[in-house]
């Protein structure tokens, strides 16, 4: 919605310096700068890509909200569960849910592990209450969306596990510098888009498949959106 005025404004004055965030799907000479997921495999002159989603998530944010959930699980190794929802490439079916529970728990739970339990936007009310009755015993369900309780969890988490319907939860993951394990479910249409992400992220170090071997590695933190915003304040002044 917002192509069309950007280029009508852009047309109405030389002064004004456009910027589009994802694909415009018009030209993209209409606009100045368009900052786009290297992931969607656009290409132009005046196209930044950027690794993963950009977002407002930082680690600084995050470290100043780590003692708002370290009264519910007190543990020097704690495994955070990021869920998603149902969307047009994953069902977020019972089965697959159960699936990714359990390999919380025999990969985790079993070794001495507690679980923080975060629900998005799209995490229907069922899939938390099935969280919290799997989950009673080992750890902290959070049943509704909070962002002090996301970061939160982030900052205490020793290792960080993110259902794989959701490249903004895993993108915004990777602030933490934390392992970061993707749980898989099965697409019900061509997820090619979602392939390019997981294969770029692992191949940068940040994320392994959940089932792997727990271990404790380290990555660059990455935060796309001030890299980006640095790029285009130069190019805005020059």
């Not at 919290?132 to 205490?156: C, H, I, R, T």
Request: proline share 3%; charged share 25%.
């Amino acid at each position: 919605k917002s192509v069309i005025p950007s280029i009508i404004l852009k047309k109405k004055s030389k002064d004004i310096f456009t910027i589009h965030i994802q694909d415009p799907k018009v030209n993209f000479n209409n606009f100045d700068i368009i900052v786009a997921p290297e992931h969607d495999n656009i290409q132009g002159e005046n196209v930044i890509c950027s690794k993963g989603a950009i977002h407002y998530i930082t680690h600084k944010e995050i470290e100043k909200s780590k003692s708002y959930l370290s009264d519910k699980v007190q543990s020097d190794k704690i495994v955070t569960l990021i869920l998603g929802g149902p969307n047009k490439y994953y069902h977020f079916s019972n089965e697959e849910l159960n699936k990714i529970f359990n390999q919380i728990k025999e990969s985790f739970i079993s070794i001495g592990y507690k679980a923080i339990i975060i629900p998005s936007m799209r995490t229907p009310k069922k899939t938390i209450e099935i969280a919290m009755k799997e989950f009673a015993s080992d750890g902290y369900v959070v049943d509704s969306v909070d962002k002090q309780a996301y970061l939160s969890s982030l900052a205490l988490a020793t290792n960080i596990v993110v259902t794989c319907d959701s490249i903004s939860m895993i993108s915004e993951s990777a602030t933490s510098g934390k392992p970061i394990f993707i749980a898989h479910m099965q697409p019900k249409r061509n997820n090619y888009r979602f392939k390019r992400f997981f294969k770029l992220f692992k191949e940068m170090g940040i994320t392994r498949e959940l089932g792997e071997k727990i271990e404790n590695w380290k990555y660059n933190k990455i935060h796309e959106a001030e890299r980006i915003a640095n790029i285009i304040k130069n190019m805005v002044k020059n």
